[in-house]
Nanobody, 123 residues
Framework: QVQLVESGGGLVQAGGSLRLSCAFS????????MAWFRQAPGKDREFVAA????????YYADSVKGRFTISRDNAKNTGYLQMNSLKPEDTAVYYC????????????????WGRGTQVTVSS
């Protein structure tokens, strides 16, 4: 069974940076595409970024393009989300997700989810 555990969230001032990590276990990591989603209070969960299992193909939401970078280290079974130039509107719980399908992990409900990590950006 796939398990995902996020870490790296916290409180940061606007303009600052954070790096989130997602530890993957239970299956062969490189066989799974990975994505980050976020959910702010009172809002729906939204897609942030995705990366393919082994080719490095990436996708981003327009709201984070140029500020966030998704990456992965298949040798360490870990995915990352580097967040720069953070804004108060980036405040949310950030979730890591994984699925065998890159299409599914980007646009519909991925098969596996972590429990989330809180990111708070103060103005």
């Amino acid at each position: 069974q796939v398990q995902l555990v996020e870490s790296g969230g916290g409180l940061v001032q606007a303009g600052g940076s954070l790096r989130l990590s997602c530890a993957f276990s239970g299956r062969t990591f490189s066989n799974y595409a990975m994505a980050w989603f976020r959910q702010a209070p009172g809002k729906d969960r939204e897609f942030v970024a995705a990366i393919s299992g082994s080719t490095g193909l990436t996708y981003y939401a327009d709201s984070v393009k140029g500020r966030f970078t998704i990456s992965r280290d298949n040798a360490k079974n870990t995915g990352y989300l580097q967040m720069n130039s953070l804004k108060p509107e980036d405040t949310a719980v950030y979730y890591c997700a994984a699925d065998n399908s890159l299409r599914v992990v980007r646009t519909t409900a991925p098969g596996y989810w972590g429990r989330g990590t809180q990111v708070t950006v103060s103005s």
